[in-house]
């Protein structure tokens, strides 16, 4: 019915905001400031307009405006990964990442890869102008 389907739908949002609060907690263990500033939103690009990206958060990150991705990283996909805290990240999201960047104009974008419910670990993605160009 229409309204077991509106409750599923807010039972996922609220699950997919419960998991990107986890990331602002993670951030704040790690000894920086963190004020949410939005989710959820879509952007077009300036410069093309058929290019957009929804950004999942930005955060404000010891004044730096970052974008923030959250992916599930389970079974298979946990391999990919890397070392917390580097910008070992799957090239597939990295490319995701990278056209946020592009479209947005920030300078990073924080990956929170969520290998459980509780299990979240910080990735980064720095801009690189020369991959956005080949991007474009």
């Not at 951030?27 to 952007?43: P, S, T």
């Not at 990919?80 to 990073?108: C, H, N, S």
Request: aromatic share 6%; glycine share 8%.
């Amino acid at each position: 019915s229409t309204e077991l389907a509106g409750r599923a739908a807010v039972a996922r949002e609220t699950r997919r905001a419960d998991r990107l609060c986890e990331t602002v907690v993670a951030i704040r263990a790690l000894g920086h400031e963190v004020e949410v500033l939005a989710r959820n939103e879509r952007y077009t690009d300036p410069e093309h307009e058929f290019l957009s990206c929804e950004i999942d958060q930005e955060l404000l990150i010891d004044g730096e405006h970052v974008n923030v991705d959250a992916k599930s990283v389970g079974g298979q996909a946990r391999t990919k990964w890397g070392v917390e805290g580097t910008e070992d990240i799957p090239i597939d999201y990295m490319a995701q990442f990278m056209d946020g960047l592009m479209i947005t104009g920030r300078q990073r974008c924080l990956a929170a890869a969520l290998r459980s419910f509780d299990d979240v670990e910080i990735f980064w993605c720095t801009r690189d102008e020369p991959t956005i160009t080949g991007m474009r």
